[in-house]
């Protein structure tokens, strides 16, 4: 079965503090994405990537980053945390090929900052 | 750019009647479009999506959809509701035209499926 894991479901962190969200797939995909979801707003994409080392920019990239140094593993790192970045936060992962195929997602980290 | 608009927040509907969640969308060129459900603390699943051909689009868990093109809309439709479908459905598309596998998403539909 396809699988994109998650590593933490819930974390409560500081205003201030360096996070990391780690997102494992083993579908040997090329395509991983970052999303947020907040109630009303759907999902927002935050980064991208297409390959090993390659990353691009979505929807709202401001206050983080993302780093991909192996095709299964696509983290998303928020430097200095703040309230706003409050959320759900989903990975997600797909084929590059020139069909489309659908978007594998995980279960999701809820992220709350105090 | 590419969009999606789900004009409803929430849906009620009886178990055993049939349900519809609406979606418009918005794109410069032809779309490709997606149906997600996510249940409570989980994740998003596929359900269906429109490539090409016929209008109709039959997906998992008995829902379809179908595509108008003159009216740039994806509604989602199942002919006999369940209580286990009330969950949250996002719409989605994606430019054919756009790199890679970029999808946009609604803003989501709660249904509500009532015994």
């Known amino acids: 079965d396809v699988k994109v894991t998650q590593s933490s479901r819930y974390l409560v962190k500081r205003t201030g503090e360096k996070v990391f969200l780690e997102c494992v797939q083993d579908?040997?995909?090329?395509?991983m994405f970052w999303y947020r979801q907040d109630p009303g707003l759907g999902l927002r994409l935050i980064y991208f990537?297409?390959?090993?080392?390659?990353?691009e920019k979505g929807d709202i990239p401001e206050g983080y980053s993302v780093s991909r140094e192996k095709k299964e593993r696509f983290s998303l790192i928020l430097e200095s945390a703040s309230t706003n970045q409050t959320s759900m936060y989903l990975c997600?992962?797909?084929?590059?090929?020139?069909?489309?195929?659908?978007?594998?997602f995980g279960e999701g980290s809820r992220l709350t900052v105090l | 750019a590419q969009s999606v608009a789900q004009p409803e927040d929430q849906v009620n509907v009886a178990e055993g009647n049939p349900l519809t969640v609406k979606c418009t969308y918005s794109?410069?060129?032809?779309?490709?479009l997606f149906w997600y459900v996510q249940y409570p603390n989980r994740g998003l699943q596929f359900l269906l999506k429109?490539?090409?051909?016929?209008?109709l689009v039959k997906g998992s868990y008995g829902f379809e959809a179908e595509f108008n093109k003159s009216q740039t809309s994806f509604h989602l439709k199942k002919p006999s509701a369940l209580v286990s479908d009330s969950a949250l459905y996002f719409c989605?598309?994606?430019?054919?035209?756009?790199?890679?596998?970029?999808?946009?998403f609604g803003g989501g539909t709660r249904v509500l499926v009532k015994p």
């Open positions: 997600a992962s797909s084929l590059l090929a020139e069909g489309v195929g659908e978007l594998f």
């Open positions: 429109y490539i090409t051909g016929d209008n």
């Open positions: 990537s297409y390959d090993v080392k390659m990353k």
């Open positions: 579908m040997d995909h090329e395509n």
């Open positions: 989605a598309v994606r430019d054919v035209r756009a790199a890679g596998n970029k999808l946009t």
């Open positions: 794109v410069s060129g032809n779309p490709y």
